[in-house]
């Protein structure tokens, strides 16, 4: 099965921190994504990354970066921490592109 | 970004009843997932397909691929408590976008025991 690991379920952080969720998938998948979700919205990307090194940028880029230096850890980064970035975030990977997308359980983030 | 025509967008039904859900696009897609998502948790995928008109079954569930490759189905037989939760589809075209998924706004379920 695949495991895809999120670093925290629940994070709470402050306004203009620095902010890092880590994810790790553990079956050599080539892509990897970054999602939010919030109620009434579904989930938005924020981030995919289709091979290592390598990004682009989803719906809704603005505010967050990324980073994948190893194949198995897609990183998303708030550079400065606004309350409207609190929400659910998801990091799925897949293998290919015409395979599904597998998630990890979510990081509830919490910005005050 | 585009969104699929996911609807209903809540059901609350009786235990033991049958659950129908769509997804409609504006698009050609090549695959059609369900996703399933507990509260608290991440999604997680019920079928897959492929194929134009490709009818698929996960126990209980029933999913077919529309013959116009423009919308997707998804039944529940006989639910169950457990069977509540929040439903996704999503759909991918191959071309300039094949590797992001479109999403629809899901369907929340509420089972009455």
């Known amino acids: 099965d695949v495991k895809v690991t999120q670093s925290s379920r629940y994070l709470v952080k402050r306004t203009g921190e620095k902010v890092f969720l880590e994810c790790v998938q553990d079956?050599?998948?080539?892509?990897m994504f970054w999602y939010r979700q919030d109620p009434g919205l579904g989930l938005r990307l924020i981030y995919f990354?289709?091979?290592?090194?390598?990004?682009e940028k989803g719906d809704i880029p603005e505010g967050y970066s990324v980073s994948r230096e190893k194949k198995e850890r897609f990183s998303l980064i708030l550079e400065s921490a606004s309350t409207n970035q609190t929400s659910m975030y998801l990091c799925a990977s897949r293998s290919y592109s015409n395979q599904p997308q597998h998630f990890g359980d979510g990081t509830r983030l919490s910005i005050l | 970004g585009q969104q699929l025509n996911q609807s209903p967008q809540s059901m609350f039904i009786q235990e033991g009843e049958d659950v129908s859900m769509n997804c409609t696009s504006s698009s050609i897609f090549n695959t059609w997932l369900w996703y399933k998502q507990d509260p608290g948790e991440g999604p997680v995928l019920l079928i897959a397909l492929y194929k134009a008109g490709e009818l698929t079954s996960n126990g209980r569930l029933t999913a077919q691929f529309g013959i116009t490759r423009k919308d997707s189905f998804l039944n529940i037989s006989a639910s169950i408590p457990s069977d509540v939760g929040i439903y996704f589809c999503?759909?991918?075209?191959?071309?300039?976008?094949?590797?992001?998924?479109?999403w629809g706004l899901g369907t929340s379920l509420a089972v009455n025991p």
């Open positions: 990354s289709y091979d290592v090194k390598m990004k």
């Open positions: 999503a759909g991918q075209a191959r071309g300039g976008n094949n590797r992001k998924l479109i």
């Open positions: 079956m050599d998948h080539e892509n």
